[in-house]
Structure formats: structure tokens, C-alpha cells
């Protein structure tokens, strides 16, 4: 993927909510993310055949936040990351990378 297309499928959170990277600096105060997390939660959550109620229940989310996430209106913790993988029963590593 080149450098462009990787811009444009990135998001750059500031606080909890998604906008799109433009043209901006890295700051230490902002995390970068791939939507395609989203999109695995939802890929894995499905494999499993667990609805989001279960996944929230079983990993100690709110249903709320997790039906956030997944729409890619919030981003997750590094804990509830963890926690998502976890329960997904995949590596943080296969969650975040893919791989």
C-alpha cells in the first residue's frame, strides 16, 4: 500500500473521536489508528458467532462503547484492546497488525 493510500485509510484521534489525517504532524498527545481494527472486531466477533451484547458482557465492556467502537466512532484503550483480543480469543498483535 503506498504512502497516500495508508494516509487515507488512517484516522487521527484526538481525544475519543476519529477525524481524517490530513497534512498534520505527529504530536505525542495523538494516537494514530488503522479503521480496519473496527473492522476486525466485527470480522472475529462474527467468526465466533457471538453478538455484541456477548462480546461486551464477556470482556467487560459497555455495550454502548463497544457498538462505538466498532462504528468507528470511539477508539479503544490499550486495555480494552487487550481485553477485545482476548475475548476474540486472537493476539493484540493480530488485532491491531493483522498479522
Known amino acids: 500500500m503506498s504512502l497516500t493510500a495508508q494516509s ?3 484516522k487521527l484521534v484526538t481525544g475519543n473521536k476519529l477525524s481524517d489525517v ?3 504532524r505527529r504530536d505525542s498527545s495523538l494516537i494514530i ?3 480496519t481494527v ?3 472486531i466485527i470480522y472475529y466477533r462474527q467468526k465466533l458467532k457471538l453478538s455484541q451484547e456477548e462480546l461486551a458482557s464477556n470482556v467487560g465492556i ?3 462503547h463497544l457498538i462505538k467502537i466498532e462504528a468507528g466512532l ?3 484503550r490499550i486495555n480494552e484492546l487487550v481485553q477485545l483480543a482476548t475475548g476474540l480469543g ?3 498483535d493480530e488485532l491491531v497488525n493483522n498479522k
Open 8 to 10: 487515507q485509510t488512517r
Open 22 to 24: 490530513s497534512e498534520r
Open 33 to 35: 489508528i488503522d479503521k
Open 38 to 40: 473496527c473492522k476486525r
Open 62 to 64: 459497555n455495550l454502548k
Open 74 to 76: 470511539k477508539i479503544p
Open 90 to 92: 486472537i493476539s493484540i
